[in-house]
């Protein structure tokens, strides 16, 4: 049997074993030490403007935003469609109700004209919705001036998910800093991981630090236990933020080596008829946490189930596109606006494996397992 070749694989060439061993030897291996707090100081430099509370998770992240931003039962959010059911989830913790907009197809995020449509429509339904959630699927930045320029004009807050997004660029500027909240994940297979993690951010200090209290059970700053408000079990952990710190470190060489593993891709694939890639649209610097490619079947004679079986046959993982939230059996009740953007990219596309350490070997096996699904010879 061929070695596997994974879809995105962790490295961990810094410093996280000293780290962790730091953590242990010092007995902080919980939610203080201070691993936690020179991670989101550190994060905090990167981002310039914006402050961090780190958590256990991207989700926990989203939902602690959607409850700063006071939603609850019967709310309207709305949210892109074409995401990891993560995105979503959250809204219904809550009681509240999503509302699924369609991509365009410059960054396959979600379409602010649709959006812009989808607010029109609810508000002459008298529920004007209460936040939007928008993703930077697979690191690539949405179309955040536009989105940003309808939530002003509607009032409407802004959550950003960023969790794939972690190191990628829109007009200069972090992503993650676009909407009133950001979020990141640092779960296993993302750019940079604490193992499981994630954090909330805001240029909102105050909404940070109450981010923080919600995170750890609401618990006041008194030598007893004393709450006032229901809170949550939601902080990231030292051993965790240990892992983070190093991880950090290397976060520029990471993003460069994801972006040196697409390019390959692009110039490997570049003669391949009926397979495109996602160029990244002017002033955009994406992350390339995942390099994806759509296929046209009418062109290759092969669609994306033929290829992942043809991987899986070689030992190599790959994985479909994020089926879109409107299409998923659990939503199937909530609106949805749009067309068939989302679901196409859902039906071509395919995340190729796209490790930061990927060798050359690697990538001429995966391209290979591709040319020979071609049944005609390629140019
Ligand atoms: C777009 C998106 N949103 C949210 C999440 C949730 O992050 P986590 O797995 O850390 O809870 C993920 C990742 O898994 C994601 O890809």
Same mark, same amino acid.
């Given at each position: 049997?061929?070695?596997?070749?994974?879809?995105?694989?962790? +490295?961990?060439?810094? $410093?996280?074993?000293? !780290? &962790?061993?730091?953590?242990?030897?010092?007995?902080? *291996?919980?939610?203080?030490? @201070?691993?936690?707090?020179?991670?989101?100081?550190?994060?905090?430099?990167?981002?310039?403007?914006?402050?961090?509370?780190?958590?256990?998770?991207?989700?926990?992240?989203?939902?602690?935003?959607?409850?700063?931003?006071?939603?609850?039962?019967?709310?309207?959010?709305?949210?892109?469609?074409?995401?990891?059911?993560?995105?979503?989830?959250?809204?219904?913790?809550?009681?509240?109700?999503?509302?699924? +907009?369609?991509?365009? $197809?410059?960054t396959w !995020? &979600?379409?602010?004209?649709?959006?812009?449509?989808? *607010?029109?429509?609810?508000? @002459?339904?008298?529920?004007?919705?209460?936040?939007?959630?928008?993703?930077d699927l697979f690191g690539m930045p949405?179309?955040?001036?536009?989105?940003?320029?309808?939530?002003?004009?509607?009032?409407?807050?802004?959550?950003?998910?960023?969790?794939?997004?972690?190191?990628?660029?829109?007009?200069?500027?972090?992503?993650?800093?676009?909407?009133?909240?950001?979020?990141?994940?640092?779960?296993?297979?993302?750019?940079?991981?604490?193992?499981?993690?994630?954090?909330?951010?805001?240029?909102?200090?105050?909404?940070?630090?109450?981010?923080?209290?919600?995170?750890?059970?609401?618990?006041?700053?008194?030598?007893?236990?004393?709450?006032?408000?229901?809170?949550?079990?939601?902080?990231?952990?030292?051993?965790?933020?240990?892992?983070?710190?190093?991880?950090?470190?290397?976060?520029?060489?990471?993003?460069?080596?994801?972006?040196?593993?697409?390019?390959?891709?692009?110039?490997?694939?570049?003669?391949?008829?009926?397979?495109?890639?996602l160029?990244?649209?002017?002033?955009?610097?994406c992350?390339?946490?995942?390099?994806?490619?759509?296929?046209?079947?009418?062109?290759?004679?092969?669609?994306?189930?033929?290829?992942?079986?043809?991987?899986?046959?070689?030992?190599?993982?790959?994985?479909?596109?994020?089926?879109?939230?409107?299409?998923?059996?659990?939503?199937?009740?909530?609106?949805?606006?749009?067309?068939?953007?989302?679901?196409?990219?859902?039906?071509?596309?395919?995340?190729?494996?796209?490790?930061?350490?990927?060798?050359?070997?690697?990538?001429?096996?995966?391209?290979?397992?591709?040319?020979?699904?071609?049944?005609?010879?390629?140019?």
């Amino acid at each position: 049997m061929n070695t596997q070749v994974l879809l995105s694989a962790p +490295v961990f060439d810094g $410093k996280e074993q000293m !780290n &962790i061993q730091k953590a242990l030897d010092k007995g902080f *291996i919980a939610t203080n030490g @201070s691993f936690i707090s020179k991670f989101e100081q550190k994060f905090s430099q990167r981002l310039k403007t914006h402050q961090i509370t780190a958590v256990n998770s991207g989700t926990s992240a989203i939902h602690l935003s959607l409850i700063q931003l006071g939603i609850g039962l019967g709310d309207e959010v709305i949210c892109q469609s074409f995401t990891f059911c993560a995105s979503a989830n959250p809204i219904t913790y809550l009681g509240a109700i999503p509302i699924f +907009v369609d991509s365009e $197809k410059d960054t396959w !995020n &979600i379409c602010p004209v649709i959006l812009e449509d989808t *607010i029109m429509s609810r508000i @002459s339904k008298g529920k004007k919705p209460k936040a939007i959630i928008t993703v930077d699927l697979f690191g690539m930045p949405a179309k955040h001036h536009e989105i940003l320029a309808i939530s002003k004009k509607y009032n409407i807050p802004v959550i950003e998910d960023a969790a794939e997004a972690v190191g990628s660029l829109y007009h200069g500027k972090s992503c993650g800093i676009f909407g009133e909240y950001g979020v990141f994940s640092f779960n296993g297979n993302k750019i940079i991981t604490t193992g499981g993690g994630g954090a909330v951010i805001s240029s909102n200090v105050g909404a940070i630090s109450k981010a923080r209290y919600l995170s750890t059970q609401a618990r006041e700053d008194t030598h007893y236990y004393e709450h006032y408000e229901i809170g949550y079990n939601y902080r990231m952990n030292n051993l965790s933020a240990g892992i983070g710190l190093a991880q950090f470190e290397n976060l520029d060489r990471k993003v460069n080596k994801r972006r040196a593993v697409f390019d390959a891709y692009r110039e490997m694939l570049k003669d391949f008829e009926g397979i495109s890639l996602l160029e990244e649209p002017d002033d955009v610097f994406c992350n390339r946490w995942l390099t994806t490619i759509l296929i046209d079947p009418k062109k290759t004679g092969f669609d994306n189930e033929d290829l992942r079986l043809a991987f899986q046959k070689q030992n190599i993982e790959s994985r479909f596109l994020w089926k879109p939230l409107h299409m998923q059996p659990v939503f199937l009740d909530f609106p949805y606006y749009g067309g068939n953007i989302s679901s196409s990219l859902f039906y071509q596309g395919i995340c190729l494996p796209s490790s930061e350490n990927l060798s050359i070997d690697d990538l001429t096996r995966i391209v290979s397992v591709i040319s020979k699904q071609y049944k005609h010879v390629l140019k």
